[in-house]
């Protein structure tokens, strides 16, 4: 659950920072299914994500979309049609241990 978090942070801060002005709302959705979760980020910008890139060694920022891209099992974006953009990623959720 701890590398959910850290990609729901890490989306919702892009959302934010990237897509939202002042009085936007940026939608959180999280559930699962069979096993595998699934995160959603929707905010109201119509624009598709820019492709990860390596960040400088003195970069403060630009490892965000790298990082959700190796915690997840599946990484997406789903443009909205004039209501934004829906950003989703799915992980597989680890089995429970034996004995608990």
């Known amino acids: 659950m701890g590398e959910l978090m850290v990609m729901a942070s ?3 801060t892009n959302a ?3 897509a939202c002005a002042v009085g936007d709302v940026a939608t959180v959705r999280l559930w699962t299914c069979g096993g ?3 995160l959603e980020v929707q905010d109201p910008l119509c624009r598709p994500l820019p492709e990860p ?3 400088g060694a003195a970069a403060t920022g630009g490892r965000g979309l790298l990082l959700v891209r190796g915690l997840s099992d599946e990484f997406g974006v789903e443009l909205l049609r004039g209501r934004g953009k829906n950003v989703w990623v799915r992980k597989v959720a680890a089995p429970a241990m034996e004995g608990r």
Do not use: N
């Open 10 to 12: 890490e989306l919702v």
């Open 16 to 18: 934010i920072v990237h």
């Open 36 to 38: 595998i979760w699934q």
């Open 53 to 55: 890139t390596e960040a």
